[in-house]
């Protein structure tokens, strides 16, 4: 027996409290109170909060179902069984009551109709005999006399032809040009087509996106991601975590990553539930886990009454794990009933809030807005249009939605086809409905191992911890975002299945957790809530490599740098008030508006709409603007030996700067004392204004001119060394010697290297190795070298001085 497997079949609804008769406890909820589950002690029911899943486990037979907590027997056992037939598919449930306590079990099957045959009758077929005819023999046969041939003796003579004479001209008549040619359109052939992936199913639900591909496998798409959710912390809600026969599991599951929070609550000994849907979520040895090294926060929120056992989770619990650091939250349970069993009217026995514990609905709101993100298994009904209570719960109070995701399972037609994970095999459990516009779908059938043994999960409640999983995942690789840009990552890259788009059976369509940890597919009003998606980062850089579409904007904050590697093709306007946008996609249609705070980056981009600039434009590459450019006096337009900036629109240069690096495709470029000329800006139309100011960096000076109204051409070329390097000695005597002869703390590094440079040997070409031998370029310009700006000096000083060629005949006592 120790070395025999026992494959558990988990699939549907089944509380954790007692089974009860069906019959008996309807008449209960109708006579004793009209409030189906609910979360207090006052309205406490036999199912209260049930997990989304059930177990059943089958030793000898396949279909000898016996309760998860309540192994029967057969004695003092009676059954009645019940079929009913809808739609071809027979349903047939079998009540089995053993002292006093009835069990359900629900079996289906299609109807079956046998087929009329007509016995054919046989036919007596008799073989054609065909009787052999003897051949004809011709004793005379006509003999043709031999033909004489027929000679010409007469010579053949050839006749001239008479010759044709036409006098007439030929008249061609007049072509009719005044009618307009119409050229009919045809289909135009693609010579680019999207590739398909591999494994795309063209059987059971339909599957929309031919670009990603259904693997047996891998079913939510996270075979190539490295991600492990390291250093996030997730808060788990469930049972079984201080199931002392699994302690082994769960150290062999997580090691030292599970800290398991004292809750005061136990769930009965053979409860594994929790610990497979923290599997789901971050187990570190299995294939399940998806986020194999995040801190796993475990609450056990059993409750045991006298009523019965059901999972209840109190605001203490929330709040214990809140203030450990859990930011992102998995809750695999809900009130067996779809949202709509209940409604918002106040005077109701259905009312909502009558589920509720008040101060749990105030920690979901507010820490919503905080950034928390609340994922919930959506349930294991198959007939039901919408999820539970709980994971449509923005249905009521809107202002959650921003932080709430209802997990869709799709699982295994029926209990006999558990372990086939084909997708033809896979319908869906408790639909969107209503939540569709919070909802994505994910595979709701697993092999779990606990206690040596196999076991085979069906239901939302492990579909949910994948999807929680996932946002471990995407919290690690953009530690600055909050729930709402977490869950707009994973909708929004989600694959679309069911009917085209957001659907009332699947939400956004099935995880892809691969496209979710590449950031948001979309910026759309209804998934943000708003009219543009914020993106705040406070520093470092961040990329976002899916394309994305939507109807929505996007607000930049923070002085971190935020690269758009896709195609955007969002509508929106693009809001860029603080740090740097880097748009490094072939196609930007936002309309782009620079604060005196913000960068963008253009790197050979297309931007179909405008760009109004009062902060700073870096052009790298060959990039047009297919409307206007409008740059305010304080803004700066950055280009290179290698770019070029052309507008099709309207350019107004208002006075701004212009600021160029001897730079080509990344690399510095030498620049003779000549110079090197390049088109700054071009322009469709005749372009405004001009240039105020030319920055240069490094020993460079430039120029900047209009060739004609729509061109303004620059030469760089580059300074005299000498001169370059006197100006920043003076700067350094005034400062010295303004000072007593002593320097400071600000400039003391900067006099160092001058000493050193003074203390050389008194020969050019020693001084030119010196000088050769400082890393970087010294910036020459008297101004910014001031000591108002010694900072700045002093790096500067510190780089390497190139390209010293002026310095010849100078003398040997140049710049002492």
Do not use: C
């Amino acid at each position: 027996m120790k070395n025999r497997n026992y494959f558990v079949a988990i699939a549907t609804i089944l509380a954790l409290s007692p089974e009860v008769n069906a019959t008996e406890l309807s008449d209960q909820l109708a006579s004793r109170t009209r409030y189906y589950p609910s979360a207090t002690d006052s309205y406490y029911s036999y199912y209260k909060y049930a997990p989304i899943y059930s177990g059943y486990y089958t030793s000898n037979s396949r279909n000898g179902y016996s309760s998860w907590y309540y192994p029967g027997s057969n004695a003092g056992v009676t059954t009645r069984t019940v079929s009913t037939t809808v739609n071809g598919i027979t349903v047939t449930k079998v009540y089995t009551t053993h002292n006093g306590r009835t069990t359900v079990r629900t079996t289906y099957a299609p109807a079956v109709n046998k087929p009329i045959v007509n016995k054919p009758t046989p036919i007596a077929n008799k073989p054609v005999v065909d009787t052999p005819t003897q051949p004809v023999i011709d004793a005379n046969p006509i003999m043709d006399p031999p033909v004489q041939p027929i000679v010409d003796n007469k010579p053949i003579t050839d006749t001239q032809p008479n010759p044709i004479t036409d006098n007439k001209p030929v008249i061609e008549s007049p072509i009719d040009d005044t009618r307009p040619v119409i050229i009919r359109p045809t289909t135009p052939v693609n010579l680019h087509p999207e590739p398909v992936a591999v494994g795309v199913p063209n059987v059971g639900i339909r599957w929309n996106d031919r670009s990603r591909g259904y693997n047996i496998d891998d079913p939510n798409n996270k075979q190539n991601v490295k991600l492990t959710g390291e250093g996030v912390k997730v808060g788990i809600l469930d049972s079984g975590f201080k199931n002392y026969l699994m302690q082994d599991d769960i150290l062999k599951k997580f090691g030292n990553r599970a800290v398991i929070i004292e809750t005061g609550r136990t769930a009965p000994a053979s409860a594994t539930h929790g610990i497979e849907v923290a599997e789901m979520v971050g187990g570190g040895n299995s294939r399940n886990g998806v986020a194999s090294k995040s801190t796993l926060l475990l609450a056990d929120i059993t409750k045991t009454t006298n009523a019965g056992t059901g999972l209840s989770a109190t605001a203490p619990i929330y709040y214990d794990l809140w203030n450990r650091g859990a930011r992102i939250f998995n809750q695999s349970y809900g009130i067996p009933k779809p949202l709509t069993y209940f409604n918002n009217n106040r005077n109701s026995s259905y009312y909502y809030l009558h589920q509720f514990d008040g101060n749990v609905l105030q920690f979901y709101k507010d820490k919503v807005k905080e950034g928390g993100l609340f994922v919930w298994a959506a349930g294991n009904n198959r007939g039901d249009l919408d999820p539970s209570l709980q994971a449509g719960l923005p249905h009521y109070e809107a202002d959650l939605e921003k932080g709430w995701i209802s997990v869709v399972a799709v699982a295994t037609r029926t209990n006999q086809g558990l372990g086939n994970f084909e997708w033809s095999n896979l319908l869906p459990y408790s639909q969107a409905g209503v939540a569709k516009n919070w909802t994505v779908t994910a595979m709701g059938d697993y092999i779990f191992n606990l206690g040596g043994r196999n076991i085979i999960a069906s239901g939302s409640s492990f579909a949910a911890p994948a999807v929680t999983g996932t946002a471990a995942l995407v919290k690690q690789k953009y530690p600055w975002m909050d729930g709402n840009l977490i869950k707009q990552s994973i909708l929004s890259t989600a694959t679309d299945i069911g009917a085209p788009g957001v659907d009332d059976v699947y939400g956004w369509g099935l995880l892809n957790i691969e496209k979710a940890t590449n950031g948001p597919a979309r910026f759309g009003k209804r998934l943000a809530l708003a009219d543009n998606v914020t993106v705040n980062i406070p520093n470092g850089s961040y990329e976002f490599s899916n394309n994305i579409n939507g109807d929505a904007g996007l607000v930049k904050n923070g002085q971190g740098e935020l690269i758009l590697s896709g195609a955007s093709t969002f509508e929106g306007d693009t809001t860029l008030n603080e740090g740097a946008v880097t748009i490094n996609g072939k196609k930007y249609v936002s309309k782009v508006n620079v604060s005196p705070s913000g960068t963008l980056v253009v790197n050979n981009t297309t931007l179909e709409n405008g760009v109004n600039n009062e902060g700073t434009v870096v052009n790298q590459g060959y990039s047009t603007i297919k409307r206007a450019y409008v740059a305010s006096a304080q803004s700066t337009l950055v280009s290179d030996l290698g770019s070029n900036l052309n507008v099709k629109g309207e350019v107004d240069l208002n006075g701004s700067t212009l600021s160029l690096a001897a730079v080509k495709e990344g690399k510095a470029q030498y620049v003779t004392q000549k110079g090197l000329s390049m088109s700054a800006i071009t322009s469709d139309s005749a372009i405004k204004g001009n240039f105020a100011a030319i920055e240069t960096s490094g020993l460079l000076t430039a120029t900047a001119e209009k060739t004609n109204e729509n061109e303004v051409k620059a030469t760089v070329s580059r300074k005299n060394v000498a001169t370059a390097l006197e100006s920043s000695f003076s700067a350094l005597d005034n400062q010295i010697e303004g000072n007593n002869g002593s320097t400071n703390a600000t400039n003391d590094e900067f006099a160092q290297q001058a000493a050193t440079l003074q203390n050389s040997i008194a020969n050019i070409n020693t001084q030119s190795v010196v000088l050769d031998s400082l890393s970087g370029q010294i910036y020459a310009s008297a101004q910014a070298l001031t000591f108002e700006n010694s900072e700045t000096v002093n790096k500067d000083l510190s780089n390497r001085l190139v390209m010293l060629g002026t310095l010849d005949n100078v003398g040997e006592t140049a710049g002492v």
